[in-house]
T-cell receptor, first 117, second 113 residues
Framework: AQKVTQAQTEISVVEKEDVTLDCVYETRDTTYYLFWYKQPPSGELVFLIRRNSFDEQNEISGRYSWNFQKSTSSFNFTITASQVVDSAVYFCALSDPNSNSGYALNFGKGTSLLVTP | DAGVIQSPRHEVTEMGQEVTLRCKPISGHDYLFWYRQTMMRGLELLIYFNNNVPIDDSGMPEDRFSAKMPNASFSTLKIQPSEPRDSAVYFC???????????FGPGTRLLVL
């Protein structure tokens, strides 16, 4: 069975603070893919990053960075110097081609981030 | 480039009515996915297609739900008859390969009264 856990349901920060969103996943397979999506108040799902299980290199994109650690089965997401426009629900997802769910994205419950001025 | 297109964006209907949701994937994408988002269950896969063929429909709730993909540029998700518990946001997504990134449409917000 595979599972994605986002333990933080809601986070509230003040603008310019750094914030880390946690994601822990479970899978028995060695080949899998991890994703982060953003869902702003308007409701669409916006792709942020995709990472395969063989690439543990951390990634930085502007104010966003991701820390993938297979040893702890975590794929955490950090926003540096948060802005009001970062307010959204953020979803971590796992795709495990060798599992029963195939290529479907298994989503966590999401973390709602509120950035106040 | 146009992203995934869904219609309608909002749908309000009465219990027992037939509802049809539509999706146009990104051109060239061979995989199309239908997801449903509810407060209780979060985001869950309903069905996905590869080259217009349904591959996994294990997430379809019951026989009231059906999905088709008559060609590479169009898919429908039909609910007949609709029930209040079907109220949710329905997303369509597409990807170029099975393990590549899935890009989502804007969703259809369905309310069944």
């Amino acid at each position: 069975a595979q599972k994605v856990t986002q333990a933080q349901t809601e986070i509230s920060v003040v603008e310019k603070e750094d914030v880390t969103l946690d994601c822990v996943y479970e899978t028995r397979d060695t080949t899998y893919y991890l994703f982060w999506y953003k869902q702003p108040p308007s409701g669409e799902l916006v792709f942020l990053i995709r990472r395969n299980s063989f690439d543990e290199q951390n990634e930085i994109s502007g104010r966003y960075s991701w820390n993938f650690q297979k040893s702890t089965s975590s794929f955490n997401f950090t926003i540096t110097a948060s802005q009001v426009v970062d307010s959204a629900v953020y979803f971590c997802a796992l795709s495990d081609p060798n599992s029963n769910s195939g290529y479907a994205l298994n989503f966590g419950k999401g973390t709602s981030l509120l950035v106040t001025p | 480039d146009a992203g995934v297109i869904q219609s309608p964006r909002h749908e309000v209907t009465e219990m027992g009515q037939e509802v049809t949701l539509r999706c146009k994937p990104i051109s060239g994408h061979d995989y199309l996915f239908w997801y449903r988002q509810t407060m209780m269950r979060g985001l869950e896969l309903l069905i996905y297609f590869n080259n217009n063929v349904p591959i996994d429909d294990s997430g379809m709730p019951e026989d009231r739900f059906s999905a088709k993909m008559p060609n590479a540029s169009f898919s429908t998700l039909k609910i007949q008859p609709s029930e209040p518990r079907d109220s949710a946001v329905y997303f369509c997504a597409s990807s170029s390969e099975a393990v590549e990134t899935q890009y989502f449409g804007p969703g259809t917000r369905l309310l069944v009264l």
